[in-house]
């Protein structure tokens, strides 16, 4: 399956800069958020939200899904 | 001998021009670590209650805290403390940059600043010497002119200025005390309170002060400090280092948490011309040739950060001094998306006249946000404004607006008086679009998203405030950071949007710790109960390290506690109490519009129920919010329950 990602922020130097932070990825069925990390190798912690709404990390990608990732959002 | 700190606090009375110096006892920095605890010391101690916040009987405490100096990231804090004209309540902000260890070197923990000048003077402090100075050249003029005519009449280039522009000269209600031209205690309108006094800078150098400076433990420090390097590059606020605070502005948009158009909605569809990565791929200094990461990241004394942006820009109608640094976070939302504004060069400007002229970001971007939500529907005129098209979206309005309030010109006068003042002065139903808590403006975090943040908001002493607590993604549904949580017993976590009594408890436990931090006096982002680069436990050896005291994490939470009754009672005294422990109607009854967040508000039962929870919790009188006698004896401040008669 196939979902359509965008990186925030410091996760997005994990792509080729030109990428600017989006991508489509190619996944096995019953991929995770956790599935995305180990894939490009993300070291720190990672929020995400599916279609605008938040999910845990072991939430199951859907074909097509919007993914954003991004780091755990705090005062700043 | 201490090591850490100096021992000396430096009084000065600008009525009478006396210098004193007091050494107080090792078991009084212990009790109140620095920064805003020891300066709330001060202000109960010898500010009569109800004084002018503009008058000669305010207080203007100056602190760093006991680690300030040490070689190690996130010690260069400093925090400037009064009642504030802002909001009439307590003031307290703190800043980073070089002057906070400068400070320390030079030999003096805190000044203690009362009564005013005939004149404009400035103090200089240099190596343990000290002397009032005369500063009528320097009135008038913004902070890069006066930084270089200091180093220049000084005759040294390594001094630290702290100062105040022509906007607190002028005494507009939000200006802010600037160092490096580009750092500020920014928020409740502490430069005001200078200005007030005619006190135009604060100067330090201590260049044999910091060959003397010493740590209990150096050995114990290095292994921190080269601990947290290692870590820096895979840790959570390795995107604060590379692309600032503005980093997050993505996150928020995902979310629906990126206040638009005066929190009405919770997206902008133009963030990204203004967030983080794009000012780091355009305008940041050396962009132009890929070496922004060499020129254009600046850094707080000794941090392995290196999270403050230096912008540059030549072409156009917005140019922008790399002295006067970049924009943050808040600064990018409070003048962009609060704004409905795409404009980055506009908002890179806005920025800079507030770091020549003295003015904290986040209240003067906001309050332009309000007058423009007002302008819209009617509630203020081209009349008001001077023809001005205070619409959303118009950078050039904003802009102007910015520079009116700094030089206390037209409508800039009404605005410099903040919105919530504004909207009393102008009237016709402008209230209904303020998001003030005790007349300060929300920054850029949003209470109808985050619930314990809405409580922190209303409770904080000092106004709204995102600094004050750990926001709640960390603690809903699962416990993200469970380790540096865990050290503080945080280890349940809540449903989204929830406010339970664990909740509250989760906003308290945070806001002692958070509170700790601006009393030791150290970044938060630094350090803090989660995603910053150094937990609880590494805050703990560190102060160890320095000081060489046997603390624990228990002592350390109850010097948060203790300045957090401190500030309450401050305000207590001040007849400030539950009545004033409110959140912006707004966020109540207007849903926001829009993406994720679309239809949400806060939960009025919800909120009201949380207040009760916070103040049994705290062990506060529930009907009035105030301190009770039990829990300030508790904390060692028996004669703060005898100033209260409780």
């Known amino acids: ?76 | 001998m201490p090591t850490g700190y100096n021992g000396k606090i430096l009084h000065v009375n600008l009525t009478t021009g006396e210098l004193t110096v007091e050494e107080p006892p090792e078991s009084f920095y212990r009790k109140y670590m620095g920064g805003s605890a020891l300066n709330m010391h001060y202000l109960l101690k010898e500010m009569p209650a109800g004084a002018d916040p503009l008058g000669p009987d305010n207080i203007l405490a100056l602190s760093v805290g006991v680690t300030t100096g040490a070689a190690v990231s996130g010690q260069s804090r400093m925090t400037a403390t009064a009642k504030s004209p802002l909001t009439g309540a307590i003031g307290d902000a703190q800043c980073g940059g070089f002057f906070p260890a400068e400070m320390k070197f030079a030999g003096f923990d805190a000044f203690i600043i009362k009564g005013k000048a005939a004149k404009p003077v400035y103090l200089w402090v240099n190596d343990g010497h000290y002397e009032l100075r005369d500063a009528s050249h320097l009135w008038g003029k913004i902070t890069g002119e006066v930084e270089a005519i200091l180093k220049k009449e000084l005759g040294d280039k390594d001094i630290e200025v702290a100062q105040v522009g022509p906007a607190g000269e002028q005494g507009v209600r939000f200006a802010s005390i600037i160092n490096m031209s580009n750092r500020a205690n920014g928020r409740t309108g502490m430069g005001a309170v200078m200005g007030s006094k005619n006190l135009k800078a604060v100067v330090v150098r201590g260049k044999e002060g910091k060959k003397k400076f010493t740590v209990a433990n150096k050995k114990g420090l290095n292994d921190l400090a080269r601990l947290g390097a290692k870590m820096f590059p895979t840790s959570d606020v390795a995107g604060l280092g590379k692309y600032g605070t503005a980093e997050t502005t993505g996150a928020q948009q995902s979310v629906g948490m990126l206040p638009s158009y005066n929190f009405n909605s919770g997206v902008f569809d133009n963030w990204e011309k203004i967030d983080g990565p794009t000012m780091y791929d355009t305008i940041l200094l050396g962009a132009n040739e890929d070496k922004q990461d060499l020129k254009g990241r600046d850094t707080c004394y000794s941090c392995t950060i290196r999270c403050k942006r230096v912008v540059e820009i030549t072409e156009g109608p917005y140019k922008v001094d790399p002295h006067y640094g970049g924009p943050e976070y808040e600064t990018t939302s409070t003048f962009g998306n609060y704004c409905g504004i795409d404009d980055l060069a506009a908002i890179s400007y806005a920025n800079q006249i507030c770091n020549q002229y003295g003015m904290d970001t986040i209240s003067c971007g906001a309050t332009i946000a309000w007058a423009m939500e007002c302008f819209e529907n009617g509630l203020i005129t081209p009349e008001d404004t001077g023809g001005i098209e205070l619409k959303f979206g118009n950078a050039e309005a904003m802009v102007k607006m910015t520079e009116m309030i700094a030089k206390g010109e037209g409508f800039g006068q009404i605005l410099g008086m903040g919105s919530a003042a504004a909207a009393k002065a102008i009237g016709r139903g402008t209230e209904e679009f303020l998001i003030t808590s005790k007349g300060q403006e929300a920054p850029a975090h949003m209470p109808q998203m985050k619930r314990s943040l809405a409580l922190i908001y209303a409770v904080n002493p000092f106004g709204a405030d995102h600094q004050s607590s750990e926001h709640d993604p960390v603690y809903e549904e699962k416990v993200a950071y469970p380790e540096r949580l865990g050290a503080l017993g945080l280890t349940e976590a809540q449903p989204v949007r929830s406010l339970t009594p664990e909740k509250v408890r989760f906003a308290r436990e945070t806001q002692y710790f958070y509170s700790l931090m601006d009393s030791v006096n150290v970044c938060q982002f630094v350090y803090g109960p989660a995603w910053q680069l150094y937990g609880p436990e590494d805050l703990l050896q560190m102060i160890q390290a320095v000081t060489g005291w046997d603390v624990t994490m228990e002592e350390l939470q109850e010097v948060g506690e203790r300045r957090l009754n401190m500030l309450r009672a401050f305000n207590a005294r001040e007849g400030i109490d539950r009545e004033h422990d409110k959140l912006a109607e707004k966020m109540f009854k207007k849903a926001l519009k829009g993406g994720p967040s679309d239809g949400i508000a806060v939960d009025r039962a919800q909120f009201e129920t949380a207040l009760d929870e916070y103040y049994r919790q705290n062990e506060w009188d529930v009907e009035t919010g105030a301190p009770t006698r039990h829990k300030l004896e508790a904390l060692e401040l028996g004669w703060v329950a005898d100033q209260l008669r409780v």
């Open chain 1, 1 to 76: 399956m196939e979902v359509h990602l965008t990186l925030h922020g410091i996760l997005r130097d994990y792509l080729p800069r030109p990428a600017k932070g989006k991508t489509t990825l190619t996944l096995p069925e019953g991929a995770t958020i956790e599935d995305v990390c180990e894939q490009l190798k993300i070291k720190q912690t990672v929020s995400a939200a599916v279609g605008g709404v938040q999910v845990e990390n072991n939430h199951v990608l859907q074909d097509g899904d919007e993914v954003q990732m991004f780091r755990m959002i705090g005062g700043g």
